[in-house]
């Protein structure tokens, strides 16, 4: 049977907006609730593909490589993002064993380090918009050096947050594993925090300083596995119009031509919510089949297509 490719949020597993919700502790906690319900799902007999995001996750290691770096050299952006794919897919797949096993079912279930390849000719490289890491208070961005490719925006009234550049993915590179595990039927949890960035140089592949959507990746892990459907999970219930504003309203059930309308129209921000607008678009042009985004705490709701926002295929 063809699967579902669900996408977790980094900031639906540790939330950005308070530094409580950046310990180990809380992401074990969401990732346990979170579990529970995909092995619920799985149990019912539905393959499932996963992906998650490293936002918060990576941003944090980038704050120690700048405090440590007196200490300890820094390590490259690619390492982080390697790192966030290591320990989110290692408690997701312990968390999905974990639950699985009490239902009685024994499947393999496996995270997959899994590189992405970006074009190092990418604009992207040359205008950060991707926000990682905790927003911090202050009149004036913080006092710490960035790297010439990262910068400082503004994310609200007196608040900071870290941008770096998010080229487009290209190429999922490492496809093998991701094949092998769902040859034989199991779980795998792959191109985590969009995968771990490189580029070609000289007929070799090296790490790239970026972190890649998820979002964006997951439209090519879905091509890769032929899935039936994109379900993107984050942190707010499901694609507002007029977000933030006292006119929000979410949407329900969406075209994807309409959808592609207010995209373009610019109602989506830039380094989040557009980018799981674009996926969803991707998909469904490329499938004809039905994308959901929609709140992490809804899981079974909205894999279900009974929460957040559908984007459907055109009426013929
Ligand atoms: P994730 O870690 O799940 O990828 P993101 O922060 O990248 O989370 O994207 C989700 C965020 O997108 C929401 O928390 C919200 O602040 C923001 N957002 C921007 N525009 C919209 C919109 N039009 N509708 C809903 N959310 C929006
Ligand atoms: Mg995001």
Redesign the pocket.
């Known amino acids: 049977m063809s699967s579902i490719v669900v996408?977790?949020?980094?900031?639906?597993?540790a939330s950005?907006e308070d530094p409580s919700g950046y310990t180990a502790e809380h992401q074990i906690a969401q990732i346990a609730r979170t579990s529970a319900v995909l092995a619920e799902i799985i149990a019912g007999g539905q393959s499932l593909v996963i992906i998650h995001?490293n936002?918060?996750q990576v941003g944090n290691l980038l704050v120690k490589n700048d405090l440590a770096r007196d200490v300890v050299p820094a390590v490259p952006l690619y390492w982080c993002v390697a790192q966030t794919q290591a320990t989110i897919g290692m408690e997701l797949t312990a968390a999905l064993k974990r639950e699985l096993a009490a239902r009685g079912i024994s499947v393999p279930v496996v995270p997959a380090l899994t590189r992405v390849r970006v074009d190092a000719t990418d604009a992207a490289f040359d205008n950060p918009t991707k926000?990682i890491g905790l927003v911090v208070s202050g009149d004036t961005p913080p006092d710490i050096p960035l790297p010439d490719t990262h910068a400082w925006r503004a994310a609200g009234r007196m608040r900071w947050q870290r941008v770096v550049p998010s080229p487009r993915p290209v190429e999922i590179v490492d496809t093998d594993t991701i094949a092998m595990v769902t040859d034989v039927g199991g779980i795998v949890v792959a191109c985590g925090g969009g995968g771990i960035p490189v580029v070609e140089r000289d007929g070799e592949l090296v790490g790239a300083d970026a972190v890649i959507?998820?979002?964006r990746t997951a439209v090519l892990l879905a091509k890769l596995v032929k899935a039936r459907r994109l379900v993107?999970?984050?942190?707010?219930d499901?694609?507002?119009?007029?977000?933030?504003t006292d006119k929000?309203r979410?949407l329900d059930r969406v075209s994807v031509s309409e959808m592609g309308r207010y995209l373009e129209s610019g109602?989506?921000?830039s380094?989040?919510?557009?980018?799981?607008v674009s996926a969803a678009i991707e998909f469904v042009r490329l499938t004809g089949e039905s994308a959901a985004i929609g709140n992490?705490k809804q899981v079974r709701r909205v894999i279900e297509g009974r929460s957040g926002t559908s984007v459907v295929a055109d009426p013929a």
């Open positions: 996408a977790l949020g980094g900031n639906a597993l950005s995001g936002g918060p926000p959507d998820k979002d993107i999970l984050t942190d707010v499901g694609v507002a119009l007029d977000f933030g929000q979410f109602q989506f921000g380094g989040s919510m557009d980018a799981k992490l």
